[in-house]
């Protein structure tokens, strides 16, 4: 069936550094991959996505890039703060009205920033 | 961006009762809704994907004489955990498809304790 493995499960940086998480996906027919960022407690925040017609994205500090190719992509967070951290989970799912956009969740990686 | 509601955000009941959890899409119509259900420190695991006037689509494993989902309009959908024992203790997020893309908006979750 269709899986999303996601790493590292822990990420700890300094404050100021960049981090990367990595996910890949198994269902070639993916064509949309949200990245989501959780604070203990409440809900998933949808932080940036891209779509397989496109190889990467940026916004201010956020980027995510894709390899369809390869079937993954990657979250990337440049000079970090320590609000950035929480777990961040990425996602895989099949776009358009005809499918039922399900998202296929990654384990989730918990990123702390050390001041 | 689109504003989803949970209700309640956090219950306790008695092994063996039963337990309502409502979803929201307060300014917008959601044709789908998912239900997920997330374990401390764990993914979220899809349980059910609800869409309006029509039978909820159950992934593997999920009893669905267990977790009932009504999706009886376009804003509301229920979830509803029948004869809830201790290991249905869990955190439930529900989430609202927004329109031809699959850009998922998320409620804040409810947490069940079931003693």
């Known amino acids: 069936g269709e899986n999303v493995e996601q790493h590292p499960s822990t990420l700890s940086v300094q404050e100021g550094d960049s981090a990367v998480i990595k996910c890949t996906y198994s269902?070639?027919?993916?064509?949309?991959f949200p990245w989501y960022k959780q604070e203990l407690g409440k809900r998933p925040q949808l932080i940036i996505d891209?779509?397989?017609?496109?190889g990467e994205k940026k916004d201010q500090r956020i980027a995510v890039t894709l390899n369809k190719t390869a079937k993954h992509f990657s979250l990337h967070i440049t000079e970090t703060q320590p609000e950035d951290s929480a777990v961040y989970f990425c996602?895989?799912?099949?776009?358009?009205?005809?499918?039922?956009?399900?998202?296929?969740f990654g384990q989730g990686t918990t990123l702390q920033v050390k001041p | 961006g689109a504003v989803v509601s949970q209700h309640p955000s956090r219950v306790i009941c008695k092994s063996g009762t039963s337990v309502k959890i409502e979803c929201r899409s307060l300014?917008?119509?959601?044709?789908?809704m998912f239900w997920y259900r997330q374990f401390p420190k764990q993914s979220l695991m899809l349980m059910a994907t609800?869409?309006?006037?029509?039978?909820?689509?159950?992934e593997q494993g999920v009893e669905k004489d267990k977790f009932l989902i009504n999706h009886a309009s376009l804003t509301l959908s229920t979830l509803t955990v029948t004869s809830a024992h201790p290991e249905d203790s869990s955190f439930y997020i529900c989430?609202?498809?927004?329109?031809?893309?699959?850009?998922?908006?998320f409620g804040p979750g409810t947490r069940l304790t079931v003693l």
């Open positions: 989430s609202a498809r927004v329109g031809f893309y699959n850009e998922q908006f």
């Open positions: 269902d070639s027919a993916s064509n949309y």
């Open positions: 891209i779509r397989s017609n496109v």
């Open positions: 996602a895989a799912s099949r776009d358009g009205s005809s499918n039922t956009g399900k998202l296929i």
């Open positions: 300014d917008f119509q959601a044709t789908t």
């Open positions: 609800s869409n309006e006037g029509s039978k909820a689509t159950y």
